[in-house]
């Protein structure tokens, strides 16, 4: 079954499935590694596998969030809209890095600009603001599914975007009404939300959009919502 629910994936995500992502326990304690295959199968969720990941919320200057849907490629939630980039770090030295989330923000960094094309020169660890972390479980299907603690990150930039279609099947830009539009069909089963993004929106976006000219960090850093 495991053979078969790989079929749809190209190289690039057969590659990215080799990865090692960073394991954890539910207070964010780094307690190892994992690939990130063994990480989104649902077997060893189940077990209570649990890893780091991160959610970019990027705005630009008209305070519009960009949206993207998953490509069809994807070993999770494939063809969902969802917010403007998520992934993981890697368990790497500098991907580890604890103070002020600088290894997350790296990791959102490198994402960033082999995700959605956003070259060097446009974007910098300094413009990526650490917000908040939240936990998150969900099945994708009977095979896959996602077990994390979050990073919700937030960026507000003009940026050019060069998205990597193996990773973004289509993105726009979205007002907070729109947003609230395509939350709604997707409630009618008219769109495909992944349900993280649909966390983070509900339960943050809509409260921080009115402030986002003002917008500073202001997490807690001894919880994770959702816990």
């Not at 368990?91 to 600009?113: H, N, S, W």
């Not at 993105?171 to 539009?181: A, G």
Request: net charge negative.
């Amino acid at each position: 079954m495991f053979q078969a629910s790989k079929t749809h994936l190209d190289d690039l995500q057969k590659k990215r499935l080799e990865e090692k992502c960073i394991v954890i326990d539910k207070q964010d304690q780094v307690i190892g590694a994992e690939t990130k295959k063994n990480c989104h199968l649902m077997e060893n969720i189940e077990k209570g596998l649990l890893h780091r990941a991160f959610s970019v919320v990027l705005f630009n200057r008209k305070n519009q969030l960009l949206v993207q849907q998953r490509a069809d490629a994807k070993y999770t939630f494939l063809g969902h809209f969802t917010d403007s980039c998520s992934s993981h770090p890697l368990y790497t030295p500098e991907e580890l890095e604890e103070k002020d989330a600088v290894g997350v923000r790296k990791a959102a960094l490198r994402c960033l600009q082999a995700e959605l094309g956003i070259s060097q020169e446009q974007i910098f660890i300094k413009d990526i603001i650490f917000m908040s972390r939240n936990y998150h479980k969900s099945p994708s299907d009977d095979i896959w599914g996602e077990h994390e603690v979050g990073y919700l990150l937030l960026v507000r930039k003009d940026l050019t975007l060069n998205p990597d279609p193996r990773e973004v099947k289509s993105y726009c830009y979205m007002s907070q009404e729109d947003l609230q539009d395509l939350l709604e069909r997707g409630a009618r089963g008219e769109e495909k939300i992944t349900p993280w993004f649909r966390t983070i929106a509900e339960g943050f976006l809509f409260s921080w959009w009115p402030y986002l000219e003002d917008v500073s960090p202001f997490m807690e850093p001894d919880k994770i919502y959702g816990l």
